[in-house]
């Protein structure tokens, strides 16, 4: 019974994030954005730098682990709330909107070789990413079942609550560590393929 919870889960997380990035893709397409608004990003100026530069990976780490923590923490402080499972929704589809609004303006503004770039640009970190932001929609839609909804548990509710809570908390430092691995993997290894990938559009 939890494995077909799980798979409904999942399915329905995938589906909310594929809205996401149709509508991100849509929004780029109808409003006229999406080159303009790549080009600026990825004008030339800034792919020379990107090439030749040399990036602090140090700083570029304490930049993005906030950045990936922050909302994360967030969405599990709401999912302690009763808005838990909109909250879950809400945040399945933002990052769905902006992984449609990356895709489709790199492809707008560059073509085939901006496909290839994002490629270069989400490789490998996102191996590790994409699993860690499923994995915490899980992790939330648990904690707020819970709480709200016992019977939709896609995991086991233990009798003791230390159990429970020891059992999540290995949950939650599990994606912890994914997260900051994949961190690691976008701020000291990506740069080396970008910098390479940079040429593809130069």
């Known amino acids: 019974m939890e494995y077909i919870k799980r798979r409904r889960l999942y399915r329905s997380c995938l589906l909310y994030f594929l809205a996401g990035i149709l509508a991100g893709i849509l929004f780029m397409y109808f409003t006229g954005h999406g080159a303009a608004g790549t080009e600026t990003f990825f004008r030339k100026s800034v792919l020379l730098e990107m090439s030749y530069g040399k990036l602090d990976k140090g700083q570029f780490l304490k930049y993005e682990l906030p950045r990936r923590l922050r909302p994360a923490a967030c969405l599990l402080l709401l999912s302690t709330t009763c808005f838990g499972f909109l909250a879950i929704r809400l945040y399945t ?99 080396l393929l970008v910098a390479d990938g940079v040429k593809l559009l130069l």
């Open 93 to 191: 589809v933002m990052k769905g909107f902006l992984a449609g609004l990356l895709f489709s303006g790199t492809v707008l503004a560059y073509g085939g070789r901006g496909v290839l770039f994002l490629i270069v640009l989400l490789f490998p970190h996102q191996l590790l990413l994409l699993p860690a932001f499923f994995l915490l929609l899980c992790f939330c839609y648990q904690i707020s079942c819970i709480s709200r909804a016992p019977e939709g548990c896609i995991w086991p509710i233990y009798t003791g609550r230390k159990k429970q809570l020891i059992s999540l908390l290995l949950i939650l430092l599990w994606i912890l560590f994914i997260t900051v691995m994949g961190c690691f993997l976008e701020c000291y290894v990506n740069p």
